[in-house]
């Protein structure tokens, strides 16, 4: 099956939003890039580049604020002192990324070194916005195991934008978010995304392919990770997991993933309150997998009710690490590379 080039094409901008070009305050991709801060600050409608393009929305530049100093967020591509690296094998602790408005939280593994390559998980949190409470609950259940958790600040996954739940964004980049369709939410996350797994694999010596769970409503986003950027990740794993009807309209017609052979695993509780609606969900979004060439795509339901499956997501993503570590050991990153 043929392999869909990931990088923007000329006349388009990252997943087929606006045309590829810039007029007046619109942020728009060049070819071969993909764009990494986008959001809507005004509704002017962007000219029509191609008969093929699809206008979605108009992507306009969310510049990066500086965080709340008692966050205590590294600055992107700053030289890590000890003792940060010393919290971040601890406990969670923010971090900031070069390019973008949004942040993540940051857990190394105990044996952390930047010698070799380590597996990333990248975890989506659901409507409740807890990306504290997450990112711990993954960092008390991983042990020893030797991945990188990632939890990102994500918007299109949460309920309510404000300020308790996003102190690093000034007002009008609050106001920008909260006035944002899903669509747009979307692309801000998947954008942000890609530059958290382009630094991590940088910074902390990270593989540039990820595991990535979403929980609840931050499942449309592992959902559309999933679909638009296979090539980014070895194993997608949508829990309790909603996908939106308006993320469809990001799907190009006749879209083919880069990575068809990516595993997605499912899980559902058949206790979840919300069961009846997440059975809905699921057929929609397992249907689009399926009908892009998706070849293995399965859903775990279990006598639970809405939950996180910690332990069994990180069995998973422990196996198929063993597996790829078998098939090919792991390889120094170059001296050069090294944070």
């Known amino acids: 099956m043929q392999a869909v080039d990931t990088r923007v094409r000329p006349g388009f901008s990252a997943f087929g939003l606006a045309p590829a070009e810039k007029t007046g305050p619109f942020l728009i ?3 071969g890039r993909t764009v990494h801060r986008a959001e809507i600050r005004s509704r002017r409608r962007p000219r029509r580049g191609s008969a093929a393009a699809v206008l979605v929305g108009v992507l306009v530049c969310i510049w990066s604020q500086p965080p709340m100093a008692e966050d205590r967020v590294i ?50 949190t659901g409507s409740s916005s807890n990306f504290l409470i997450i990112a711990q609950g993954y960092h008390d259940v991983r042990g020893d195991r030797p991945f990188i958790l990632i939890t990102p600040a994500t918007v299109s996954s949460g309920s309510k934008i404000d300020t308790d739940l996003y102190p690093h964004l000034s ?35 990270g593989d540039p392919r990820a595991y990535l769970s979403g929980f609840s409503m931050g499942g449309t986003l592992a959902w559309q990770m999933a679909l638009l950027r296979s090539d980014l990740l070895h194993m997608a794993f949508p829990v309790c997991a909603m996908y939106k009807e308006e993320a469809r309209e990001l799907i190009p017609a006749g879209h083919r993933p880069a990575n ?27 249907g689009l997998a399926k009908q892009a060439g998706f070849q293995d795509v399965t859903r775990t339901v279990t006598g639970r009710g809405h939950s996180w499956y910690y332990g069994e997501i990180l069995g998973l993503c422990a196996e198929h690490h063993a597996a790829l570590q078998r098939a090919a050991p792991p390889q120094a990153v170059p001296t050069e590379s090294r944070p």
Not at 99 to 117: A, E
Not at 177 to 192: F, H, I, P, Q
Not at 277 to 282: A, E, I, L, T, Y
Request: glycine share 6%; hydrophobic share 40%.
């Open 29 to 31: 991709a060049r070819p």
């Open 75 to 124: 600055p992107a591509r700053a030289a890590l002192p000890p003792q940060c690296i010393h919290d971040a094998k601890t406990k969670p602790i923010w971090q900031s990324v070069d390019g973008h408005s949004i942040r993540y939280l940051l857990s190394l593994p105990k044996d952390w070194s930047p010698d070799r390559r380590w597996p990333v998980i990248v975890v989506i």
């Open 171 to 205: 007002q009008d980049d609050l106001a920008s978010l909260a006035a944002a369709s899903v669509r747009e939410k979307l692309a801000y996350d998947m954008g942000g995304l890609e530059r958290i797994l382009a630094e991590v694999g940088e910074k902390f010596a």
């Open 260 to 286: 068809p052979a990516l595993p997605i695993r499912a899980f559902q509780g058949e206790k979840d309150p919300w069961l009846n609606g997440f059975d809905k969900h699921w057929e929609r979004a397992s």
